[in-house]
């Protein structure tokens, strides 16, 4: 056999690692969310909890290994060296894939990337043998069935799960409240009871069908009398919660969350493992029945892959060391934490705080229909029913760092998406855990009163985008897996290798962008953890911008100079991108800021609001500039005089003297020669008075050009507002550290 194939197979099995990993990066979300958003314990305690659920899964891995040996596409039509190449482009593109939605933040499923990716590539490699056969039928290769069924179950757990977890947590926040100790009291086994008898339930059903451990007789007779069984599995369980919260004084609800993150983790290990490492078992039996069929004397190259249709029991070493992949991802993968992140801050309680996503016209316009609706239904409610409602629905104040959202929205979480998964699969419908996980955490927090006016165009837009990311899985992985399907069949040993350096590439910038983001964050984050931190964060930001915005001004007025289109065009979308930077900073993060700071220093506050303010200001101004510029030079319109670019130029020389000054104090630390930034400011001023006066009096002798006296003067009249609000931006810096300095000579003193 060509040593081709053994390096395939040893490919497949490193992209499998590497799918491991990216994988339960992005499928973590499913059984950590409620757990983290919660905080029903310390992390490390739901990471050990979730670990279990994901080794006991991993060894109770059910016999679904077919899906990627026969679920799409049917092998019997592939020979050996066709199919190899089919599931190397399946590998390529999981990876790839995963590891973009991972970079984002995003959630997406799994088994849609799977199974669209094995379509993609099994059309490529069909229309390839039909070309090379000069003809055939696209049907006798492709199982289609299997493509709409899940499309179908796409749109049915979406809408199920959001309805479900909307509708429960409704009722269940009416019985207990934000204040739910006391009811708890009573109703608290009861509840317990119920949960854990779904949870059981959906551990039986959904985590352990099909396993190599529990035999095939124990869940025929478990499905024969599954009344019966879930009857005393809710006396047992009640019983044992009861026992728990009233003797021994437990918290049962921490057990209830728990318990359910180890049995989403169980069901997403022992379901989902095929998704990561599915194609390259089906890749080692493929390598397996060729080098039997080579021993034999036979022709690989005309070895049809009728034997992947049989049934198969994966190898529990292959299963172990899978398990243990994805447990050191759960723990040490960085982009898990960022997915599980995006689904707490959509299902978070409070308004305040940074959110992830801005508006768009389509929430907006839900959140009014959802106003008027609620207009309507208020004003056919009685008086006292309402305001029965409304207390049950007022939140509770907890003092210092609290949950994302509390115990009794976390175990409906758990319970709504436990038995729906557990109900989806004993009617064979193919539904998702990413899909039906989210929807439900979306629809509970909606019900839960948790998208209030302040944040509900933010939250639906967030959720919308993760949706939306989830119809363009299917698409983005069946085009993409059938672009390099097809570039490996043309390609070759060439397409490969470079398919895998693409990989390695993709690999590191993804990892430095994600790096990047998490530094930003993290940057931010240290504006509320004390007043040196404040300070800090600040006086970096001011010095990032006032650095980006000469460079930005003094590069257009270069630009125009000498006409060069091109860097007017780069600098003008710079200054756009500023622009909108500090209109969203301005917009929707300096008050939540102020919320979140934990120092309680007015003077230092408000010196950060003017800050952002001022800077917004400039921003404006310098895309006023840099995008009338450009215009003017896209439409080729003349250029400026002599007279009139060194005007431009000794302008630009004072603003750079005056930004150089201002960059050196803040380096030293040292304000105490501010006065000469005021000098420069009055010297700028004055000059800018002087050139206006010049180049009226062009324009009244027709000495300039209607467009380039209109441009001219603009610049000026920009210039100005640039001078003025930098004066501004650097008084407010100056005595932000000055408030500070005096505040801490003031402790010393005490």
Known sequence: MDLIYLVILLILLVLAVLDLTVGVANDAVNFLNSSVGSKVAPLWVILTVASIGVMLGTLFSSGMMEIARSGVFHPNMFTFPKIMMLFLAVMITDVILLDIFNTLGLPTSTTVSLVFELLGAAVAVSLYIMWENNGGNLADYINTSKALAIISGILISVVIAFISGSVIMYFSRLIFSFNYKKSFKYFGALWGGFALTAITYFIVFKGLKGSAIVSEDLLQYLSNNMGKALFYAFIVWTLLMALLQHLFKVNILKVIVLMGTMALALAFASNDLVNFIGVFMAGLSSYQIASEVTIAGGNIETLFMDKLKEPVVADWRYLLGAGIIMVLALWFSKKARTVTETEVNLARQTDGGMEKFSSSPLSRSIVRAAVDINRVLRDYTPPKVRKAINRRFTPAKVEGNSASFDLIRASVNLTIA???????????????????????????????????????VYRINGVLTVIAGWFFTALIAFSI???????????????????????????????????????????????????????????SEVKNAVEKMLNIYQQNIQGLTTEDRHLLRRISREADDLYMSYKNKRTYEVVPTIQAIAVNELDIEQEYVQVVDYTYEIAKALKTITSESYRHIDNNHKGFSDEQENELREICKNVIEMYEKFIDMMNRHDYSSFDTLLTYRENILEQCAKLTKKQIKRVKANESGTRSSILFLNILNETKTIVLQSINLMKSQKNMILSSKKTANALQKV
């Open 418 to 456: 436990a038995l729906l998964i557990s109900l989806g699969t004993s009617l064979k419908l193919p539904l998702s855990t990413t899909y039906v996980s989210f929807m439900v955490a979306m629809g509970s927090s909606l019900a839960d009163r948790a998208w209030g006016r302040e944040s509900a």
């Open 481 to 539: 897996a059938f672009f390099i399907g097809l570039l490996l069949m043309w390609g070759g040993k060439i397409a490969m290798v470079a398919l895998l350096a693409l990989i390695v590439f993709i690999f590191i910038k993804s990892s430095e962008a994600h790096h990047k983001r998490k530094e930003k964050e993290k940057i931010n984050s240290s504006l509320l953890e004390d007043e040196k931190g404040i300070i800090k964060a600040c006086t």
